[in-house]
């Protein structure tokens, strides 16, 4: 049975005055407001960046990834070598979302092995390995960490020289961080022979690239 016209006169009345009371609100902020209404966006502290009335496209990437790893929650002890090139996780638990991915898990990754994982759609393979590529367990920074999630973006740089380019930085970072190493008061001479026994298996003298 529809509304008789006295209801629908007074649902109209106080749909007005609700316009009214947003309407208010929006022409009395105060030049301490963090956010303003612009069209149909709003701009916060996050969103907004200073000289400009929208945020940039990486400042939204940056927020969405901030989004995705506040949302992902992982724990666990780093029981590996700090200076080795292996890593043992122990009591690893991944949650994302509020959705338990992983419980006490033993996660061990050791240097020259390959690894697969297998599981169903959803199942925490993609957020697991976000998870390590991002450190949130701290992982030694002298392991390296390339997270690739699709295909590469077109180039005109052919795979070789791609391949050699990526090795001359790593190789830049290795001699750097042999640089600071030997200058130091307490030189770790541990930490010294593995940078150098990995900068000796790049073999810089081999970058060569195919023309």
Known sequence: MPPSASKQKRLAEKAAKAA??????????????TASVN???????????????????DDLTSMAK?????????????????????????????????RLLFEGAEITLNYGQRYGLMGENGS???????????RDIEIPEHIDIYLVRGEAEPSDVNAVDYIIASAKDKVARLEKQIEDLSAADDIDELALEA?????????????????
């Open 20 to 33: 009214s009371r947003v309407n208010k609100g929006s022409s009395t902020g105060t030049p301490g407001d």
């Open 39 to 57: 069209g149909s966006s709003l701009n916060t502290p996050l969103t907004s960046v200073p000289g400009s009335v929208n945020a940039s496209t």
């Open 66 to 98: 901030l989004a995705i790893a506040t949302d992902r929650s992982a724990s666990g002890v780093l029981v590996s070598d700090a200076k080795g090139r292996d890593i043992k996780i122990d009591a690893y638990t991944l949650s994302f979302h509020g």
């Open 124 to 134: 925490g393979k993609s957020t697991f390995l976000q998870s390590l590529a991002e």
């Open 195 to 211: 940078l150098h026994d990995e900068l000796e298996e790049l073999d810089p003298s081999t970058f060569e690239a195919s023309q």
